[in-house]
């Protein structure tokens, strides 16, 4: 297919219908936010089942995407988004009517199973409708900005919905846009199969799963346990698994996963990219989140109402990027992206338990906009860099790729936070308030509120400033990474492609 055939409206309308499984599947990441204090009283939850409720959805998204980029790639790309639409719509039904914690948690793994499906397909279809490669930037930068918003969006949308309806309204409000995805993709959508792609791998399958799940689930119980036995087995067992599943796509005569993708340095190049973004984005956000409700003293509400300012920034973000990338070569704009990124966790040095709410915004724009840059262009650059018929494939290992770097930033700047949070706590606690002021800022903050109110007001002074002082250091190891990824970024993808608008655009081949 010649990169000078352009889309027209059809295709720019059906990017629209696009959107729609794209922004739902990135909301429920974060909806849960406000409405498990009503599950739990309502369906009376235990802890444990709190967490499961909460991470099934991640878990199964995650181990899935692989099996489902490369099932899209043989049976249709659209056919599995319209599968992936009824399943996500009845497992929301299902979420939202369910009578125990069993069911709920069952119906936020097919969920799991629905944005596995969807995630992957969104993005293959892209590459079918939007050949011209400037074209396709901007539609994968309209891509990212959605995928980023739906993740903000979440927990506001949750929150205004519970001050309304019961609980179950945070699922039920999936169902009306996946019924107009069912009617609108058969007329808008184009139907792709990958020419010659073979069986489907059912070994295979099963080795990816066995992978990616142990070594996620192992990476966030280390982050929110510390080292034990059983996490670090899985990990391990994961990496055995993985070994297996790249020897079996050796050796497949239709392997889910071309490998040949990865000796690309636009292709591997832009997933490592992407993973480094993702781990930097999400470990912020674990700690903004905290320090205006914490800190600051905001409702859940209000917090996430005012976490929405930066994303006004990230929303010129993406479409900045793609400008720039017309110009120069898009190495640059990578690599000065994450400079960008960078400085927001410069800005974030700065934030103090007085500081006012402009400071740390700032630096939550500085690094949202500047992140968002690096994976409008990097998606741009897998999807690209690779043929139409492997688009599904490429899509979900770049997906993948994309969940170990949030599981990565939440267990390592986590970590690195709670270690700087411990350190600057007074070695003098007494004795009753101790344990739960070394736990954590959440934990101290329940301790105190059980306090006489002189003592409460000395332990929140205490613990908010270790936790300041936590976010800063984070901050610090951020920037260094941000700032050695960016000159590893730039030499590394280099030379893959000239800027979008040359007429000689051509993605550096598979050597």
């Known amino acids: 297919m010649s990169t000078t055939e352009r889309a027209g409206r059809k295709e720019w309308i059906a990017l629209g219908v696009l959107a729609l499984p794209l922004l739902l599947v990135s909301m429920d990441v974060s909806v849960l936010y406000f409405a498990v204090p009503f599950i739990s009283a309502d369906l009376g939850v235990s802890a444990t089942e709190q967490l499961w409720i909460f991470d099934i959805y991640g878990f199964v998204l995650a181990g899935l995407l692989i099996t489902m980029g490369s099932l899209g790639d ?14 996500f719509g009845l497992a929301s039904v299902l979420a939202a009517y369910a009578q125990n914690p069993e069911q709920l948690i069952a119906a936020r793994a097919i969920l799991g199973i629905g944005g596995a499906t969807l995630m992957p397909s969104t993005l293959a279809l892209i590459r079918n409708l939007f050949h011209d490669p400037a074209q396709r930037s901007k539609a994968i930068a309209f891509w ?10 979440g927990p506001v949308l949750g929150g205004l919905l519970l001050e309304h309806f019961w609980w179950g309204s945070v699922f039920l409000i999936n169902t009306p846009a996946m019924v107009l995805l069912l009617v609108l ?46 996490p670090v087995v899985a990990i391990l067992g994961g990496v055995v698994f993985g070994v297996l599943f790249v ?16 000796r690309s340095r636009a292709f591997s190049g832009s ?82 338990p007085e500081s006012s709410l402009v400071v740390i915004l700032a630096g939550s724009g500085l690094l949202g906009a500047g992140l968002v840059m690096v994976m409008t262009l990097v998606t741009e650059a897998v999807v690209g860099a690779v043929a139409p018929e492997r688009a599904g494939s490429a899509a979900a290992v770049m997906e993948t790729c994309a969940e170990f770097g949030g599981a990565l930033g939440i267990a ?10 411990r350190a600057d706590l007074p070695t003098d606690l007494p004795g009753a308030i101790a ?30 400033h270790a936790f300041t002082h936590s976010l800063n250091v984070v901050a610090v190891v951020g920037c260094a990474l941000l700032l050695a990824t960016a000159v590893t970024a730039t030499l590394l993808l280099r030379g893959t492609t000239p800027p979008l608008d040359s007429p000689t655009n051509q993605l550096e081949p598979a050597a």
């Open 74 to 87: 043989r049976i249709g790309r659209r056919r599995l988004l319209l599968f992936g639409a009824v399943a």
């Open 144 to 153: 990212s900005a959605v995928m980023m918003g739906g993740i903000s969006l």
């Open 185 to 230: 993709a058969p007329i808008l959508l184009p139907e792709f199969k990958a020419p010659g792609a073979g069986r489907f791998d059912l070994i295979g399958s099963v080795l990816s799963l066995a992978a990616v799940l142990p070594v996620i689930w192992g990476i966030k119980e280390l982050a929110a346990h510390g080292v034990a036995v059983l």
């Open 247 to 262: 020897q079996r796509q050796r050796m497949a005569s239709y392997p889910m996963i071309e490998l040949s993708m990865f």
């Open 271 to 352: 997933l490592a990219a992407n993973t480094i973004g993702t781990l930097a984005l999400v470990g912020n956000a674990v700690f903004m989140t905290q320090y205006l409700q914490l800190v600051l003293g905001l409702s859940p509400l209000k917090a996430a109402l005012w976490a929405l300012v930066p994303t006004v920034a990230v929303a010129g973000a993406a479409p900045l990027a793609t400008t720039l990338a017309r110009q120069v070569d898009r190495a640059y704009v990578i690599g000065g992206a994450f400079v960008l990124a960078a400085c927001g966790y410069g800005v974030l040095t700065l934030v103090r």
């Open 412 to 421: 390592i700047l986590g970590s690195i936070g709670t270690a700087a949070y």
């Open 435 to 464: 344990a739960p002021v070394r736990e954590g800022l959440p934990a101290a903050t329940a301790a105190a509120a059980h306090l006489p109110a002189d003592l409460a007001g000395a332990v929140l002074t205490t613990a908010r």
